[in-house]
């Protein structure tokens, strides 16, 4: 069943309506853009106006059918977007931490606070993801917005406030809609940890690479080395990588163990979701060196393979990554601050009315395109 809209005793904004416009998947393969009732946020949840919803490389997979396995969605008609930024205009019962006009950033995860995972804060893997329980009139489910609860390719939606983050002056709301992207990346990179001064190697310059790259960069690597091919390894050069490697140059374990003189880069961010990558990355890690990968991976294809007897004697640590617990004021300020250029990652601008021509020039990169941001 649908999630409730909410309830309680909210502080009511003027001028808010009773209907939005919101992009609904209707069936698969079927959006349509329809009129819905506004949301009314329960207690410890805010109404915001959505300014700007960037579109996920999860997002054409979903509309497809390809999470059908993960039950998402969980209903139809439901609406997905999860790459988000907006303004506060109403708050829930209970809510003191934001007030009304504030722009806020948001996360697709809200663990349940209750499970062990959680209180060790670990709620992006909840474990009591896809319920929607209450205990004493406790709320001890997971919501995971835009993929088991209404998302953001709408007008409006409610939130709980745990999963917002308040976006600094002079980052633009299409900016922090990418916080998501950059702060999967930055999961990522905390979890393999960078080497001061050492050489780390991103695998990927897609969204996700290109921001581990610069967060890298901005937390003292002190060599870079981006593994791709096209146009967008040169967008990776221009943006600070300081080597790049076409792989359909050349080996690209090869050209790192020559990089540094055999040794292997300190760590490896693997972000390309290719199913040979993860072995190529433990290949040209040094010993005690730590890999991490931040992507998904094609299970219907031959299974990744791993080399294992080198990850045992070379002592590699594997980090699996999801999503992007507690980052998000910290890609923020790399946004606010310069690390991370959020602008060049920007390539496409789209009206709602236009989410499935997105979806489209985004799934096939069309026009260049990296970031697709709908500005509902």
Not at 1 to 29: F, W
Not at 92 to 107: I, L, M, Q, S
Not at 217 to 224: D, E, H, P, T, Y
């Amino acid at each position: 069943m649908p999630p409730a809209e909410g309830g309680g005793m909210e502080i009511i904004v003027k001028d808010i309506p009773n209907t939005m416009k919101a992009a609904v998947l209707k069936r698969y393969n079927q959006i349509e853009i329809v009129e819905m009732l506004v949301p009314k946020p329960g207690p410890g949840e805010v109404l915001c106006r959505i300014k700007a919803v960037a579109i996920c490389g999860s997002d054409p997979k979903m509309i497809e059918g390809h999470y059908a396995f993960a039950n998402w969605p969980p209903y139809f008609p439901f609406v997905m977007g999860h790459e988000w930024s907006g303004q506060v205009i109403a708050l829930g019962e209970g809510v003191t931490n934001f007030k009304v006009g504030d722009r806020v950033a948001g996360e697709a995860h809200c663990g349940c606070g209750q499970c062990d995972n959680c209180k060790q804060g670990h709620y992006t893997v909840c474990l009591n993801y896809g319920k929607d329980g209450h205990d004493g009139g406790v709320d001890t489910g997971h919501r995971h917005y835009g993929f088991y609860w209404q998302g953001a390719n709408a007008e409006y939606n409610t939130y709980k406030t745990a999963t917002l983050c308040h976006i600094p002056d002079n980052v633009s709301y299409e900016v922090a809609s990418l916080c998501d992207t950059a702060g999967v990346a930055m999961h990522g990179v905390e979890l393999a940890g960078i080497t001061t001064g050492g050489t780390t190697v991103v695998f990927g310059p897609g969204p996700i690479g290109l921001c581990a790259m610069q967060e890298a960069k901005g937390l003292g690597a002190g060599r870079v080395i981006m593994i791709g091919r096209g146009t967008k390894l040169e967008l990776a050069k221009k943006l600070g990588a300081d080597v790049v490697i076409n792989f359909e140059k050349e080996d690209p374990v090869a050209k790192v163990l020559e990089l540094t003189g055999g040794v292997g880069a300190d760590e490896v961010l693997e972000c390309s979701g290719a199913n040979d990558s993860p072995y190529k990355a433990c290949m040209m890690v040094k010993k005690t060196g730590a890999v991490a990968l931040i992507a998904n991976y094609r299970d219907d294809l031959d299974q990744v393979a791993l080399p294992l007897n080198t990850i045992v004697f070379n002592e590699i640590k594997i980090f699996g990554s999801k999503a992007n617990p507690y980052v998000s004021k910290k890609v923020l300020n790399f946004f606010s601050n310069g690390t991370i250029n959020g602008e060049a990652l920007i390539t496409h601008r789209f009206p709602l009315e236009e989410y499935e021509k997105a979806v489209d020039t985004f799934q096939h990169r069309k026009d260049g395109a990296i970031k697709v941001v709908v500005t509902p």
